[in-house]
């Protein structure tokens, strides 16, 4: 495990201080690969507080290129990078933002094709996808790997989190056997619902990866920020899932 250096402690200084994070906490965040599905609205605040928090590495999907109607809610995309590859405002602003980690774009989307490549690269993965297709095939090969899975979601100005432990608690599938229908790829945003959620997320990454606090395995993290409403809601795991049943 790499140590932390004098540069890494002059930056991380107030987050050391966090009580039961420190150090170690720090050492294996360095440490660590995180695997994000789509930087948009919501997967790229993500990335973002990962990034702050000191993460190795990231590797993030994320196909397509740049439109006008990606900026209201996209914090990692720039203006000037319209109808240029979105990776490519992705990787220019993480390194601007923190030059010590290592950042790894794939100019796709989640896909049959690249699905267990990806996740066998990766010790924790986020999914920030709109489309079920792709949640649920990196909620596939995560169980597969037995890696946590964040998974983050949002619609309108409700959204939720739900952090996944392969064999210890409810996976995606448990929840979704097959893709809702009439589910569209379009859906109201606004902005900062998406980064509330990815916020959320990115702390449970963080303690899933760190041991820090109380991870929420076989909970839904869901908030309602029309009336500012939280709760937990357990989620019990299927015995008939297709894709988790093997690890009960």
Same mark, same amino acid.
């Given at each position: 495990?790499?140590?932390?250096?004098?540069?890494? +402690?002059?930056?991380?200084?107030?987050?050391?201080?966090?009580?039961?994070?420190?150090?170690?906490?720090?050492?294996?965040?360095?440490?660590?690969?995180?695997?994000?599905? *789509?930087?948009?609205?919501?997967?790229?605040?993500?990335?973002?507080?990962?990034?702050?928090?000191?993460?190795?590495?990231?590797?993030?999907? +994320?196909?397509?290129?740049?439109?006008?109607?990606?900026?209201?809610?996209?914090?990692?995309?720039?203006?000037?990078?319209?109808?240029?590859?979105?990776?490519?405002?992705?990787?220019?602003?993480?390194?601007?933002?923190?030059?010590?980690?290592?950042?790894?774009?794939?100019?796709?989307?989640?896909?049959?094709?690249?699905?267990?490549?990806?996740?066998?690269?990766?010790?924790?993965?986020?999914?920030?996808?709109?489309?079920?297709?792709?949640?649920?095939?990196?909620? *596939?090969?995560?169980?597969?790997?037995?890696?946590?899975?964040?998974?983050?979601?949002?619609?309108?100005?409700?959204?939720?989190?739900?952090?996944?432990?392969?064999?210890? =608690?409810?996976?995606?599938?448990?929840?979704?056997?097959?893709?809702?229908? +009439?589910?569209?790829?379009?859906?109201?945003?606004?902005?900062?619902?998406?980064?509330?959620?990815?916020?959320?997320?990115?702390?449970?990454?963080?303690?899933?990866?760190?041991?820090?606090?109380? =991870?929420?395995?076989?909970?839904?993290? +869901?908030?309602?920020?029309?009336?500012?409403?939280?709760?937990?809601?357990?989620?019990?795991?299927?015995?008939?899932?297709?894709?988790?049943?093997?690890?009960?």
């Amino acid at each position: 495990m790499n140590s932390l250096t004098e540069e890494d +402690h002059a930056i991380y200084e107030w987050q050391l201080d966090v009580p039961g994070f420190g150090e170690k906490g720090q050492e294996l965040l360095r440490n660590s690969t995180a695997l994000v599905s *789509r930087a948009g609205g919501l997967g790229g605040p993500l990335c973002f507080s990962l990034a702050a928090a000191g993460i190795g590495k990231l590797i993030i999907a +994320h196909a397509g290129d740049l439109r006008l109607d990606d900026l209201n809610r996209q914090i990692l995309m720039r203006s000037d990078g319209v109808g240029e590859p979105r990776v490519e405002s992705i990787s220019k602003t993480l390194r601007a933002f923190n030059p010590r980690i290592e950042v790894v774009t794939v100019p796709e989307n989640i896909s049959e094709e690249n699905a267990k490549r990806l996740v066998s690269e990766a010790d924790i993965a986020f999914g920030a996808a709109p489309l079920f297709e792709e949640r649920l095939l990196l909620n *596939r090969e995560c169980v597969a790997k037995g890696i946590p899975l964040i998974d983050c979601a949002m619609f309108n100005l409700e959204g939720h989190v739900i952090p996944i432990l392969p064999g210890k =608690s409810a996976c995606l599938a448990c929840l979704y056997p097959e893709i809702p229908p +009439h589910w569209k790829r379009r859906f109201p945003v606004i902005g900062a619902v998406s980064a509330l959620a990815a916020n959320i997320g990115a702390i449970e990454g963080i303690k899933a990866l760190t041991g820090l606090g109380e =991870s929420q395995y076989g909970k839904m993290i +869901h908030f309602d920020t029309a009336r500012m409403n939280f709760q937990k809601i357990v989620l019990q795991r299927n015995p008939a899932c297709t894709i988790c049943s093997s690890s009960q």
